[in-house]
């Protein structure tokens, strides 16, 4: 089925629509804001409902998950977004510098602020950051390795994070965690598929058929060789259903005597989204 036959995507739960009035509220509370973007889905992973909202607070912009992108393409994005001046940090939210390069981060943010309280002869405050952005760009696992702790659940699935709270980070700065928030409707369909692929919104939300074959056409456009390196298949220019049918080939995968189609999608799609077919990027430049 083609990309333009597919209506368009509605995903905007109550929690959501609360969580985003939250924002609203508690945004001119902070000195900074931190937005987390998937590194794999730059352009899709930016919600505009939190753009409006950000103004001109001092913005530290995160592409997590970049071990899992594209390296060149990711620093492309990273180019790409500073021309617009945002200050800009491509990290593995698991990496062993990472709490590192956001504390520095965060005080070369706040330091006009902090200069102008020694100005004034007043004791500088730690800066109050908020951290937003979408559903599982890896809010909650950034807050645990900042806090050393655990101090916000963390779980693969769109919707975890439903409630704000403050975390204190040692005597540097303070945390406002939020929900990840989706915008209301997605009219660019790729966008919406790109957010399914990557599983910040349900899959179910997408029929699997439709995914796959946005995966596919893109892989066999940008990294035909990742078909072969995963699944050993030699001629990407047959068509996608073929495709599917050596991935159930090549895996064992039948319903009875045939080789099961929809065990191979949902193989294809959960490999993909693990980062097992490779450091892929969907959204390019």
């Given at each position: 089925?083609?990309?333009?036959?597919?209506?368009?995507?509605?995903?905007?739960?109550?929690?959501?629509?609360?969580?985003?009035?939250?924002?609203?509220?508690?945004?001119?509370?902070?000195?900074?804001?931190?937005?987390?973007?998937?590194?794999?889905?730059?352009?899709?992973?930016?919600?505009?409902?939190?753009?409006?909202?950000?103004?001109?607070?001092?913005?530290?912009?995160?592409?997590?998950?970049?071990?899992?992108?594209?390296?060149?393409?990711?620093?492309?994005?990273?180019?790409?977004?500073?021309?617009?001046?945002?200050?800009?940090?491509?990290?593995?939210?698991?990496?062993?510098?990472?709490?590192?390069?956001?504390?520095?981060?965060?005080?070369?943010?706040?330091?006009?602020?902090?200069?102008?309280?020694?100005?004034?002869?007043?004791?500088?405050?730690?800066?109050?950051?908020?951290?937003?952005?979408?559903?599982?760009?890896?809010?909650?696992?950034?807050?645990?390795?900042?806090?050393?702790?655990?101090?916000?659940?963390?779980?693969?699935?769109?919707?975890?994070?439903?409630?704000?709270?403050?975390?204190?980070?040692?005597?540097?700065?303070?945390?406002?965690?939020?929900?990840?928030?989706?915008?209301?409707?997605?009219?660019d369909k790729q966008k919406a598929a790109n957010l399914a692929l990557t599983g910040?919104?349900?899959?179910?939300?997408?029929?699997?058929?439709?995914?796959?074959?946005?995966?596919?056409?893109?892989?066999?456009?940008?990294?035909?060789?990742?078909?072969?390196?995963?699944?050993?298949?030699?001629?990407?220019?047959?068509?996608?259903?073929?495709?599917?049918?050596?991935?159930?080939?090549?895996?064992?995968?039948?319903?009875?005597?045939?080789?099961?189609?929809?065990?191979?999608?949902?193989?294809?799609?959960?490999?993909?989204?693990?980062?097992?077919?490779?450091?892929?990027?969907?959204?390019?430049?």
């Amino acid at each position: 089925m083609s990309q333009t036959s597919m209506n368009n995507i509605h995903w905007f739960p109550g929690h959501m629509k609360k969580a985003l009035n939250q924002i609203k509220e508690k945004i001119k509370l902070v000195d900074i804001i931190i937005e987390i973007i998937d590194a794999r889905i730059p352009f899709s992973s930016l919600n505009p409902d939190l753009e409006k909202l950000i103004n001109d607070k001092p913005r530290l912009l995160i592409l997590s998950k970049s071990d899992m992108a594209d390296e060149k393409i990711t620093q492309q994005w990273a180019n790409y977004f500073s021309t617009l001046n945002y200050r800009v940090c491509t990290l593995d939210l698991k990496g062993k510098t990472t709490r590192k390069i956001i504390s520095q981060e965060i005080g070369y943010l706040y330091k006009t602020k902090k200069d102008i309280f020694i100005k004034k002869g007043m004791k500088p405050q730690p800066p109050k950051a908020m951290i937003i952005g979408i559903p599982n760009v890896g809010k909650s696992t950034l807050i645990n390795l900042l806090a050393k702790r655990s101090a916000a659940g963390v779980e693969n699935r769109p919707g975890f994070t439903r409630a704000q709270q403050w975390i204190k980070v040692d005597d540097s700065f303070y945390l406002l965690d939020t929900p990840g928030v989706l915008p209301m409707n997605y009219d660019d369909k790729q966008k919406a598929a790109n957010l399914a692929l990557t599983g910040a919104i349900r899959e179910d939300i997408l029929p699997n058929h439709i995914l796959c074959d946005i995966l596919l056409n893109h892989l066999k456009t940008h990294y035909p060789n990742s078909l072969f390196k995963r699944f050993k298949i030699n001629d990407i220019n047959i068509d996608n259903q073929n495709i599917l049918f050596e991935i159930a080939r090549s895996r064992g995968l039948k319903k009875g005597a045939d080789f099961d189609l929809d065990k191979a999608m949902i193989v294809l799609l959960k490999e993909f989204k693990s980062g097992e077919i490779g450091r892929i990027s969907l959204d390019w430049l």
